[in-house]
């Protein structure tokens, strides 16, 4: 049975459904997340915690978990995660509007925009304020025309949002290729989200069913978005293999990973690799974070060095 109260994240009214053990939320700030009864809800502490939890959730949705399951140590380790910047943040509004406004001319009122709770959860913004400032960072940019009782997206903020999907050195993603079993929903969630991120990178995986007829064209895509390619060969799946290749066609880096008790099953074209071998999470997310940084570099949101 789904019913309607306030989301254990925003307190936003929205839909929750106990099937034991699991507690699920569909909710118009956060999106779809879960979390085990036996657990309980996530603690949020402070408005800045709901603002980074709210966020975080809706990156993970983007990312191919629907819904995404928090425990308490990913809460405890999104509260000590560091913010977006302003413009990165206001970059995210702006992709959002071109989805939705994606014509020239099609205007729009920002007052209306400022408000939405999907838009405030993706850039983490505490309220409608804090959007209404991301707007006029984005006309300052020249990225909107007029900023009064209606606003459009210009040109070069339809150029600019087109341009947030190009690949290439100035990219902020990094593309995971994975098996998308449920046995390896801690491994994203404990090792290449965390492991990417510590990097100063942005995590980026779409879940897909095994693929008849060639990979889709939503994966194309988002590979030639993305600065380089984590290639996770465990469970051995064959689109693992296609993205790694198609990748190293455009000529983005790869980088290799697999689970320690699979590495002797690797196909003889990759075992020459120096493939980074993991036993647990926490020794995938630590190995990634180095390995990005020595071959890629840290990323544009990489925390400041201590």
């Known amino acids: 049975m789904t019913d309607q109260t306030p989301c254990e994240i925003c307190r936003n009214q929205a839909e929750h459904e106990f099937v034991p053990p699991r507690v699920t939320w569909r ?31 809706r990156e993970q949705n983007l990312a191919g978990l629907v819904p995404v399951r928090i425990t308490p140590e990913m809460s405890r380790r999104v509260a000590q995660m560091r913010l977006p910047g302003l413009r990165d943040r206001a970059l995210r509004v702006l992709a959002v509007l071109a989805r939705d406004n994606w014509r020239p001319g099609a205007w729009f009122v920002p007052n209306t925009v400022a408000a939405d709770l999907e838009l405030q959860g993706v850039s983490y913004s505490p309220n409608e304020h804090e959007v209404d400032l991301l707007l006029t960072v984005l006309e ?38 994975m098996w ?29 069913k095994d693929y008849v007829g060639g990979i889709s064209d939503e994966i194309m895509a988002e590979i030639r978005r993305s600065r380089f390619v984590v290639a996770d060969y465990t469970g051995h799946r064959g689109g693992v293999y296609f993205e790694a290749g198609f990748a190293i066609g455009l000529g983005l880096t790869v980088i290799p990973t697999c689970q320690s008790d699979e590495v002797a ?42």
């Open 140 to 177: 300052h940019e020249g990225f909107l025309l007029g900023k009064g009782a209606t606003a459009a997206i210009s040109v070069k903020g339809l150029l600019a949002a087109e341009a947030l999907g190009a690949g290439g050195s100035g990219s902020p993603q990094g593309f995971v290729a």
């Open 265 to 306: 099953n690797l196909h003889f074209d990759i075992k020459h690799l120096n493939t980074l071998t993991w036993k647990s999470p926490a020794e995938l997310a630590e190995g990634l974070n180095r390995r990005i940084r020595a071959v890629i570099g840290a990323g544009p949101d990489a925390p400041d060095p201590k």
């Open 180 to 208: 998308f079993d449920d046995s390896m929903s801690d491994a994203w969630l404990s090792g290449f989200e965390p492991g990417i991120r510590a990097a100063g990178y942005q995590p980026r995986r779409i879940d897909k």
């Open 27 to 57: 909710c118009p700030r956060c999106g779809a997340f879960c979390y085990d009864s036996s657990e309980g809800p996530p603690r949020i502490r402070s408005p800045d915690e709901m603002v980074r939890l709210s966020g975080w959730v």
